[in-house]
Nanobody, 123 residues
Framework: QVQLVESGGGSVQAGGSLRLSCVAY????????MAWVRQAPGKEREAVAGIGSDDFTSYADSVKGRFTISKDNAKNILYLQMNSMKPEDTAMYYC?????????????????WGQGTQVTVSS
């Protein structure tokens, strides 16, 4: 059974940094495409960063240059390093995974989801 468990969320001031982690259970992340998807109150889910099984990465324009997605295949962990954070980055952040490697990275079309971790950025 596939399970994703996020951690690392919290509160930070604008300009600060956070690193989110997502531990995967039940499968090998190296074989899946994965993404970080966020949802702010009253807004739709937005895929902000994705990484493929070939380690190709893709970022939403809103986070490009500030966020970095990476993974440790040996530990089966996905990361999201968030720098120069802004109040508009405030959202619940979800880890997502899917075995359909040919689909786009920046999409909400993922089969497996974590429970989410809250990120709050104050001005």
């Amino acid at each position: 059974q596939v399970q994703l468990v996020e951690s690392g969320g919290g509160s930070v001031q604008a300009g600060g940094s956070l690193r989110l982690s997502c531990v995967a259970y039940g499968y090998t992340i190296s074989r899946y495409r994965m993404a970080w998807v966020r949802q702010a109150p009253g807004k739709e889910r937005e895929a902000v960063a994705g990484i493929g099984s070939d380690d190709f990465t893709s970022y939403a324009d809103s986070v490009k240059g500030r966020f970095t997605i990476s993974k440790d295949n040996a530990k089966n962990i996905l990361y999201l390093q968030m720098n120069s954070m802004k109040p508009e980055d405030t959202a619940m952040y979800y880890c997502a995974a899917d075995g359909r490697w040919s689909l786009p990275l920046l999409t909400n079309d993922y089969n497996y989801w974590g429970q989410g971790t809250q990120v709050t950025v104050s001005s």
